[in-house]
Each structure stands twice: as C-alpha cells, then as structure tokens.
C-alpha cells in the first residue's frame, strides 16, 4: 500500500474528536456508578419474585428463564445483524458515489483525487462506528482515512479482503483488538468489491469498532447473566466482562462447543443445561446461543441456576456497597457536593429498599434538576413498569393454573362419565384424600400433588372395555386382570408430561396393598409410597359407601368398621385413624346409600381371612 493509505488525515489530527469524546466520558465517572446501583435495585424485586415462582413451580420458572435468556440472544444477535446490513449499505452507496465521483476509472491517477478523498473521510466521519476506512483500486494502490493505523493483524485481514473482492466476494474477518490500554478497541473488518459493468475496479473496505456491541452487552448484563459474543470457531468477538479478552478460546464452554459443532446447522437458537468448570468447582450453568449467520457469529448469554435462590441478597449487598462508595467519593470532593449528591442517594437508597421488600408502589420524589432528578425519574417509570410485570405475571400465574385445574377435572370426569355408577368418583376420592392428608399435617406442596393425583387415580379406565367396566356383577378371574391394568394403564398415560411426574405414584400405585397382596407390583409396607396409601383409604372408603351395579352401598359406619379391619393389612392405619377423625366430627357427610347391609359381609370377611394373589377376595375385586 502507499504512504496515503497509512498517514493520519488532517481532520483527524486537528480536530482531535476522539481525545475529546474520551475526556468527556472520564469527567462523569460516578454518574454511571450511581445509575449501575440504581439499576441493579430496581432489578433486585424481579429476582426476589423469581426465585417465589421457583419455589412453587420450578419448572414454570426455568421456561421463563429460557424465554429471558432467547430473548435476550435474539434481541443482540438482531442488532448485530442489522448492523451489518447497516455497513454493507454504506458501504454500497460509497461505491457507487465513487464510482461517479471518478467516471469508473480509479486508476493510478485518479485513487488520490481531492474528491474520492474527501469521500472516504467524510463517510468515516458519518458514523462513530467506523475507525477507519481504506479503498484500493485494481493495483493495490489507494488512500485511507480513520482514528488508527492498521497494525500487522489488520494488514493481514485487508489482505485477505482484497482476495476476496478480486474474487467478486464480499469478506467479514474476524475480531482485532486495536490499540493498548485504555484506547484499545474490538473492531472487524467489512469489505465488498468496487465494480463498474462487470469489471473489477478495485475494494472499498471498513474498520468497524464494536464498541456499541460490548455497550449493549453491558445493558443486558446483571444479575447473574453473563452475554458474550464468538465466533464461528469458538473464539471470543466481544463480552460484557473485562476479564474475557478478544481471541480468547471460548470452547471449553458446552453451550459455545454446541454451536461450533453445529456449523452451518445453526440456523436456531438453542438453549441447554451445561457444567462449567471453575477450578476444581463443577457450577451448573443454563445457557442460550443465537446465531448471526450474515457474520457466522452466534450472541451467547449464560446464568448460574443457583443465582435464582441467593441473587436477591448478593444484590441488596451490592447496592448498600455501591451508595456507601457513592456518598465517600463525594465527600472526598467537597463537602458541598457531598451535601448535594447524598441526600438524594439517601432517598433513592430507601425507596430502592422498600421495592426490596414488594412495596412496587413505592416512587422517588426528588426536587433536583442535575442528572440525579433525571436518574430518579427513570428509576420511577422503570419501577412502575416492573409493578405492571409482576401483576401481569401472578395474573398469568393464575389463569395458568386454573387452565391446568380445570382440564384436570375435566378429565376425569370423562372417567367418570364412562361409568354412570361411578359418576362423581374422582371428586368424592379427592374430597376424602385431601380431608386425610389434612388431619395427617402434610405440608402444602403434598396437598397440591395429592389433588391432582387423586382427581386422576382411575385415569386408566379409558382404556378398559365397556363390557367389564360396566358389568352388573362380579368379574371373572380374566376380566379382573384386565381391570387391575387400569393403574397402569394410567401411569402410562400420563407419563410424557413431566409435571405430572409427582403425581404418577398415587396413580399407578393406589391398589398396592400393606401386605403385599395388591397390585399392580405387590409392593409391602413402605415401599408403597404414602401417595398411594392415603389415596387407597379414600378410594376403598367411598367405592363402600356408592351403589354398584355388583353391590349396594353400606353406610358410612359400616364402611369404616370394614375399613378398620384391614387396616394394617392392606390399608395404611394411620391414613385410616385420620378418615375415621374426620367423619366423627362430621366433616364428611353422605347420603346417598339406600340398603344396610351387616358388618359381617362377605367383604370384610374375605378382607381378614388370608388368601393367595391368584385367589383375590370380593373386597380386592371391588372396582374402585
């Protein structure tokens, strides 16, 4: 290349803009600190709630951190994408001014003319993402304009953009840091041919500083999500952190192996669970990629899954940390504009913790026309609108678990829908479980998995014939095993959906019996899950107390001497003692019986005499 393609341009070195824009960001140092914390506290409400949802459904929050994390990638990966289209368009007006500028020839006489110089510097001058600017023509002469001079690394790209473009090739190359210290910059290379009717006139290629792709990077940072950017082989682009350099290999991490695997494949996001090593630590890691395919660079963001459960302290302490510093530095300038800057943090500093605490209605009112009254009115909008996120989100949460609620009932009410003597079934079954479960003291989360369980414990009977679901009398031996599989059968209904993964044993498991005598595994004493057993007493208690088509319904009274006498044989005691609490204080309550019957029947009869499994007793064939 000649001398006019490397030497500074007299703007530049007039003008000195970019010392200037330097020296202006160094003067407000603090206001950023301030920002960052006020920032971080607004955020603190939003994880605290998290980490609520976490508790109560996990695998409802860790959809919505996967939406977060897609979102996010997709958002950069978009602004990165329309970026270079940006680039591209610049770069294709300025071929074309210069192609008009110079009739088509920029040849040795003409590369240095006033006028193609003066349109290379003032596009470099049109954006602030554009460090430098070069165009050669067909020789490998031209001129240059910009904010640095290329070094060996970047000599080296261009070189290869030239290939590129005598090749009729646009070229992206890859991340540079230019510059050391504090004036070291990311910048890439863009490039496209200069053609004029299908002849190769020379190149025209752009030096574009990333830096307004590591200002987004820092935006979507914090609270445990880490975004960085590589590329196709797995090299870092750019990151949020100053600690990952440009260059860096970034392909111990799973999440960035995955998509230099995926090659040209990934086209889509993805997002996966992962391990990162950090030192002899193993951290679990939730990390999403979205590709940019116009550069093959792919935006990445990671978060540890634990940073749920513990963000909203490290952050309280950070804030507390960051005014604390705020109101030092102050002091140390003067005490006048300690006065100035501290009485303000401190009332930022209290509504931030009132948010803290899920008062969302909390505002800052500040009488100040600095940077800090402007700093309040955005924490003000930003907390208002994270107030109208949170309803929206237990608003959602609700109807969500209505919706869920509903179908479930649904469900088994084509159950009992099935069987007009059963009608009903499910929801008394449910109504007994959990009066059971409540006398028993088991905690909430049980409750839950107990209703739903309960409502689908005869889920299976879909699946069993009309003929002996509905048969007036008693099963034959072959008709009674195919109606034990109705447990199964049910359990492996459900089974593809994960959330009802809990509820599987009460379904599957509910005519297992204490003494190993039930079905469908002939499990013993406890390794029947208690699921099973609480359901089994409120099952066997209201199949007793319902008219059959094979039997007449006994009285509550009757039922529950039949059932105390099983009890410990093939019904948990302890689930019967508490259904036996519950009905003496008149909590349930039937009426629907029509013929007594003596205590003495043949059920309880052949419920305490023993019996062989191939030999099950008119009790053990009661289609509950």
């Known amino acids: 290349m000649t001398s006019a393609a490397t030497s500074p341009t007299a703007s530049e070195t007039s003008e000195g803009k970019p010392s200037a824009r330097e020296s202006k960001h160094a003067r407000i140092p603090i206001l950023y600190v301030i920002l960052g914390v006020l920032l971080v506290i607004s955020i603190i409400p939003m994880y605290f709630y998290s980490a609520q949802v976490e508790a109560i459904n996990r695998d409802r929050l860790k959809t919505n951190e996967m939406l977060l994390q897609n979102t996010v990638t997709w958002s950069l990966a978009d602004d990165l994408a329309q970026h270079e289209r940006s680039q591209r368009m610049m770069l294709a007006n300025l071929s074309s001014a210069i192609q008009v500028a110079s009739g088509g020839d920029i040849g040795e006489k003409n590369i240095e003319s006033p006028e193609l110089r003066a349109l290379l510097e003032n596009f470099v001058s049109s954006s602030d993402e554009i460090a430098y600017a070069t165009l050669l023509n067909s020789e490998a002469k031209g001129i240059s304009a910009g904010r640095i001079a290329p070094d060996a690394f970047l000599q080296r790209e261009l070189e290869h953009a030239y290939t590129a473009a005598r090749d009729g090739r646009v070229y992206n190359g890859q991340a540079l840091v230019e510059g050391e210290g504090k004036n070291a910059r990311t910048v890439f290379l863009v490039s496209a041919p200069v053609q004029y009717e299908q002849r190769f006139l020379g190149m025209i290629a752009s030096v574009v500083d990333l830096q307004f792709l590591i200002r987004r990077l820092r935006e979507v940072s914090g609270g445990g999500l880490t975004p960085y950017v590589v590329d196709s082989q797995g090299r870092l682009v750019a990151a949020a952190n100053p600690e990952f350099a440009t260059g860096q290999d970034m392909k111990n991490l799973e999440i960035v192996r995955t998509f230099v695997d995926g090659g040209n494949k990934a086209q889509l996001a993805e997002t996966r ?20 395919q116009s550069l093959n660079w792919a935006v990445v963001v990671q978060k540890p899954r634990r940073d749920a459960y513990r963000g909203v302290y490290e952050m309280q302490r950070t804030a507390r940390l960051l005014a604390l510093l705020a109101v ?3 002091i140390g300038v003067s005490i006048f504009a300690a006065r100035r800057i501290t009485n303000p943090l401190s009332v930022l500093t209290e509504s931030s913790r009132a948010i803290a605490k899920g008062d969302f209605s909390q505002r800052v009112h500040l009488m100040s026309r600095t940077e800090i009254g402007e700093l309040a009115q955005t924490f003000n909008t930003m907390s208002e609108e994270l107030e109208h996120f949170v309803e929206d989100l237990k608003r959602a949460a609700e109807e969500n678990r209505a919706l869920f609620m509903g179908s479930i009932q649904m469900l088994a009410g084509a159950v009992d829908e099935k069987d007009p003597y059963t009608r009903g079934h499910s929801d008394r079954v449910t109504r007994y479980s959990l009066l059971i479960a409540k006398e028993l003291g088991l905690p909430a989360s049980f ?8 409502q689908l414990h005869d889920v299976g009977k879909i699946g069993i014939e009309d003929h002996i679901l509905k048969k007036p009398g008693s099963l034959t031996e072959e008709e009674f095993e195919v109606m034990k599989t ?14 009802l993964a809990e509820m599987l044993p009460g379904i599957e498991l509910h005519h297992e019996a204490l003494d190993g005598r ?9 390794q029947i899950p208690l699921l099973a057993r609480v359901i089994a007493v409120a099952d066997t208690f209201d199949a007793l107390t319902t008219n059959r088509p094979y039997q007449q319904a006994h009285t509550p009274e009757q039922a529950l001497e039949i059932i105390r006498s099983i009890a410990g044989k093939r019904l948990d005691p302890k689930a019967v003692d508490a259904l036996m609490a519950v009905y003496e204080r008149g909590e349930i309550r039937i009426q629907r019986f029509t013929i007594k019957r003596p205590v003495s029947s043949a059920p309880a009869a052949a419920a305490a005499a023993p019996a062989p499994p191939a030999q099950p007793t008119p009790l053990e064939r009661t289609r509950v």
């Open 518 to 526: 039930g079905y469908p595994y002939g499990l013993k004493g406890e």
């Open 328 to 330: 030092l530095l102050s």
């Open 447 to 454: 409750m839950e998995t107990l209703q739903i369980s309960a």
């Open 486 to 499: 109705h447990t199964t059968k049910g359990a492996n209904i459900l089974r593809p959906v994960p959330q």
């Open 273 to 292: 669970e992962f391990n990162m090593s950090s030192g002899s630590e193993k951290i679990e890691m939730l990390g999403t990629y979205s590709p940019v």
